[in-house]
T-cell receptor
């Protein structure tokens, strides 16, 4: 079956430009997460969506970062006025609703963002 | 919030030997502990997980142990093979809520011939 998909797979942008990254979760997965992974580093939590609840934005590093999700489907992560330190792989993950016994988060392939 | 520490950061073993990766967590409310494997340029994939109501779980050559009192858990890989070479991440979360995973910083495992 279809897994989590992300687009674009690679994005090169100039410093100061805005970028938009897209995530398509697995159908039926109401929970969606965004993570950032800098080169050679671990996964840094950014934001979490669960159904129609208010998102958990506690991991967003600055107000240049924002994310939206339409219902229980596609999510977009927007980075405004990109900086070189934003260069990283941005990973999206989805899972079944919290409370079920299946906790596994399924990751997408990521978007590699390079800010020149 | 939760803080997860992972050691070692790199680990090199010979094929056939065992590998052990250790993690500690800070939030005593955490009760779900997955391990993810990330091959070079690939997405993280779950390889095994454990919940706090058990102390050990095994799946073929992979096992995970959990010590709730000490707040640490470990990944054990026996009879390592070259295809085990990857970065391994431990994580912790409180199951049943947001289940926001807090990841360790990763261990790069290299299995040499």
């Amino acid at each position: 079956g279809a897994g989590v998909s992300q687009s674009p797979s690679n994005k090169v942008t100039e410093k100061g430009k805005d970028v938009e990254l897209r995530c398509d979760p697995i159908s039926g997965h109401t929970a969606l997460y965004w993570y950032r992974q800098r080169l050679g580093q671990g996964l840094e939590f950014l934001i979490y969506f669960q159904g129609n609840s208010a998102p958990d934005k506690s991991g967003l590093p600055s107000d240049r970062f924002s994310a939206e999700r339409t219902g229980e489907s596609v999510s977009t992560l927007t980075i405004q006025r990109t900086q070189q330190e934003d260069s990283a792989v941005y990973l999206c993950a989805s899972r079944f609703p919290p409370g079920l016994i299946y906790n596994e988060q399924f990751f997408g392939p990521g978007t590699r963002l390079t800010v020149l | 919030g939760e803080n997860v520490e992972q050691h070692p950061s790199t680990l090199s073993v010979q094929e056939g030997d065992s590998a052990v990766i250790k993690c500690t967590y800070s939030d005593s409310a955490s009760n779900y502990f997955p391990w993810y494997k990330q091959e070079l340029g690939k997405r993280p994939q779950l390889i095994i997980d454990i919940r706090s109501n058990v102390g050990e779980k095994k799946d073929q050559r992979i096992a995970v142990t959990l010590n709730k009192t000490a707040k640490h858990f470990s990944l054990h890989i026996t009879e390592t093979q070259p295809e085990d070479s990857a970065v391994y991440f431990c994580a912790a979360s409180v199951s049943g809520t947001a289940s926001k995973l807090t990841f360790g910083t990763g261990t790069r495992l290299q299995v040499t011939l």
